[in-house]
């Protein structure tokens, strides 16, 4: 990612060195004994603090307007501690007054950043409406199996321990999905056939389900599937609903067309989440 | 005397089972220098035809792989394309075998080529097949990884060419992870941990029942081309075979070095490079013996004291618990064959 942002660091550090240029070339150098370190470290950590919240900021966003404000905001904050550090060092006659200018550059940048992190809110916001079928309540990264972008069993299993914590008297269902004869999928077109396989289903499930379900890779071929206010009756309804719309959909690998059907089972979520799914792996399998 | 190869001499072939590692690492965008490092592979490139690779090279090859994905799936979707493979004439009678007997004994005899890292042996008494594995290059830290990929790979075959899911239960030398999920997708719902023994179980019926897929001329064919298993034997399985042979005749140092036609001191240093060493390698075999004794053949602890050369039941059962950690008692009380 940082690869993408290299021309907005090279501006960065041209301008740290062009600051560092003109302030050697107009002041006059001060006597080393009469520098202020306790001056010099809390504004040249500052800068150095600044320079990395850039570089981790660049490293994991793409380019765009939100990576843009964010990114001048830093860089201004970053610069306006450069040039205050450079007073530091360099005396300046009173004629001049960019060098305050400059030292200014601190109070502009952090309104740049308040700016960015405005937009970021709202872009975060329209991740979220992405995920919401993904994750409920609390976000864990480190839970998202790379294949499907869907959280796994461990998730699972502390989403339904939450829900019975939070609700224990309401409805809750869970319900297991094993796509048939998956491995003959994988033997027959390679895996990275079988994978596609995965991220097809995954995506017809979750075009099928209401906003409040929570969709998991469960292993392997198994999805799970968590319906908080779901009745056992009618999360079988959803369930079989789910099992229809896969069955009918067409999916290739190359130009041959590979049907994939699903078997289920469907309980309802009121003992430990391990128990349940126990049960429900006994029946699928 | 008896031969053996060793961790540091190349004879896995680049473009077997190393080439499908690479594959499946590449398809899950692992970082393609860290995955190569310490392997002597080339980072984003096929590996050259005739390459060999060192089994110590191969398992550092997985262990970059493991950490490179930190999946939990890693090791289960690697067995999964594992066998029958593509590594010549092997694979091929792996793939017309005519059932489950000639699988195993074909899993068995050509070891070196299917699974070199983790060695197979299996055995059929009283009505149950036992296939168990044994670490056979010394990498006890990777041996659950390296057991989950070859059970899966066992498991992902027999499912495929006998056309259904067979019956197996496993038995596994490590404590229960925290999650089973990835165990019992890939394996089964039959699992049990705390074992000493790394086996998969199932009734001797299936060892017969005729594969749809099977060939029985295709298949012998194949292995007359696969030829004699012209490689040497890992050490540590020549030692297993050996010390399992010599079981009840009290093998010591001296006289299996004799036996492998080298001095104490280089057997002890050969071991050594293996992470492991004589002692513990015999305790290993007396372990298996003596679950072998107490699971199939029902013997008390009299029975097998006697029949490994305890003067007493006494000493036999401190041994044991030296072995194991476990009296007998209460280990054969947790096993259920």
Known sequence: MLRLHRPTLLACALLA???????????????????????IVSEGGTTVLAACWLVMLLSSRPGGMVTRWLSCGLAAILLGNWADLMDEFFKMGKAFQWNHWLEALVGLGMLTLTVGLHYWRHEQAHLSEHLEKRERLFRDHRAFDRITQLADADYLRRQIRLERQRRPDANCAVALLDIDGFHLINRQFGQPEGDRALQAVGHMLLLNLRSDDL????????????????????????????????????????????PLTLRHACAPADSAPEIVLRQLNLAVA | MIRYSQAGDPF???????????????????????????????????????ALLAPRAYLQLLANVSAALAGPDTSFMLGQQMLPGHYGAVSHALLHAPNLRQALDTLVAWQSRLCPLLSPRWREEGGLAVLYWSDAFGAPGQLPFLVEMHMT???????????????WRFCFNRCSPRQREQHEMHLGMALQFDCHLDAMLIDAAWLDHPWPRGNATAAAMAREEGGHAADAPALLVALYDYLLQQIRCGPTLEGTAAAFGASAATLKRHLARHGTHFQAELDQVRTHVALYLFQVRRYDNEQAAAYLGFHDATNFRRSFKRWTGQTPSLLRGGLNW
């Open chain 2, 153 to 167: 790979a066992v498991v992902a075959m027999c499912r495929w060419l006998s056309g259904r899911r067979l019956p």
């Open chain 1, 17 to 39: 060195l062009l600051i560092l240029a003109l302030y050697a070339s107009v002041g006059a150098a001060k006597p080393f004994h009469t520098w202020d370190w306790m001056d």
């Open chain 1, 215 to 258: 969709l998991c890779r469960y292993a392997g071929d198994r999805f799970a599937l968590l319906m908080p206010g779901a009745s056992e009756a009618e999360a079988a309804v959803l369930v079989r609903h789910l099992c229809d719309m896969v069955g009918r959909m067409r999916h290739h690998a190359g130009a041959t067309l590979v």
């Open chain 2, 12 to 50: 896995i072939p680049a473009r077997h089972q190393p080439a499908l590692v690479l594959d499946y690492a590449r398809s899950r965008d692992a970082h393609a220098a860290g995955v190569v490092r310490g392997t002597g592979l080339l980072p984003d490139a096929v590996p050259a035809a005739g």
